[in-house]
Antibody
Framework: QLQLQESGPGLVKPSETLSLTCTVS??????????WGWIRQPPGKGLEWIGN???????YYNPSLKSRVTISVDTSKNQFSLKLSSVTAADTAVYFC??????????????WGQGTLVTVSS | DIQMTQSPSSLSASVGDRVTITCRAS??????LNWYQQKPGKAPKLLIY???SLQSGVPSRFSGSGSGTDFTLTISSLQPEDFATYYC????????FGGGTKLEIK
């Protein structure tokens, strides 16, 4: 059973860089056909896709965040990471890592981490 | 981006009721539509993918239908554990989610 766990600072100052890591257990992050992704949810609001990364390192970002987002993978640690630069209060959210999967060409997120709240405040 | 509009935004129902939630896309997305259930403080859980395929382990009282721009999630007989918020998601192009439908106990 695949398990994902987010970790990182819960408080980030405005204009700084938010950094989170997702540790994958129960499977190898470098298994072929595996993508990995990040989604966020501001308090009391809906879900926003941030981006996905293929195990080989190819990335796909939400155009609305692309200029500030970097997603990377560390196969030696079975982890993938999110960096979001120049944060503002609008970036305050619960951040989820998840596994995108596809069947017959239809993709979806089937495994999720529990989520971690990141607050942007001075 | 493709906009996903869910209705209603909130809904009150009783155990045993049949409930339908609607999701409309701003342009055709074929069947690239998923449904998730989210309970407070928890991650979303996949219920339906490809508009009508039931995810493994999800009770058969959940069903999905639609294609193109109009989709529905139906719960045939509400159970106490079904009171939650439901989101649709399109994966036809840049991934976007609907605004959510909060299902509350009447």
């Amino acid at each position: 059973q695949l398990q994902l766990q987010e970790s990182g600072p819960g408080l980030v100052k405005p204009s700084e860089t938010l950094s989170l890591t997702c540790t994958v257990s129960g499977g190898f992050i470098s298994s072929s056909s595996y993508y990995w992704g990040w989604i966020r949810q501001p308090p009391g609001k809906g879900l926003e896709w941030i981006g996905n990364i293929y195990y080989s390192g190819s990335t796909y970002y939400n155009p609305s965040l692309k200029s500030r987002v970097t997603i990377s993978v560390d196969t030696s640690k079975n982890q993938f990471s999110l960096k979001l630069s120049s944060v503002t209060a609008a970036d305050t959210a619960v951040y989820f890592c998840a596994r995108p999967w596809s069947t017959d060409g239809y993709s979806f997120f089937d495994y999720w981490g529990q989520g971690t709240l990141v607050t942007v405040s001075s | 981006d493709i906009q996903m509009t869910q209705s209603p935004s909130s809904l009150s129902a009783s155990v045993g009721d049949r409930v339908t939630i609607t999701c409309r896309a701003s342009q055709s997305i074929s069947r690239y539509l998923n449904w998730y259930q989210q309970k407070p403080g928890k991650a979303p859980k996949l219920l339906i993918y490809a508009a009508s395929s039931l995810q493994s382990g999800v009770p058969s009282r959940f069903s999905g239908s639609g294609s193109g721009t109009d989709f529905t999630l139906t719960i045939s007989s509400l159970q106490p554990e079904d009171f939650a918020t439901y989101y649709c998601q399109q994966t036809y192009s840049t991934i976007t989610f609907g605004g959510g439908t909060k299902l509350e106990i009447k």
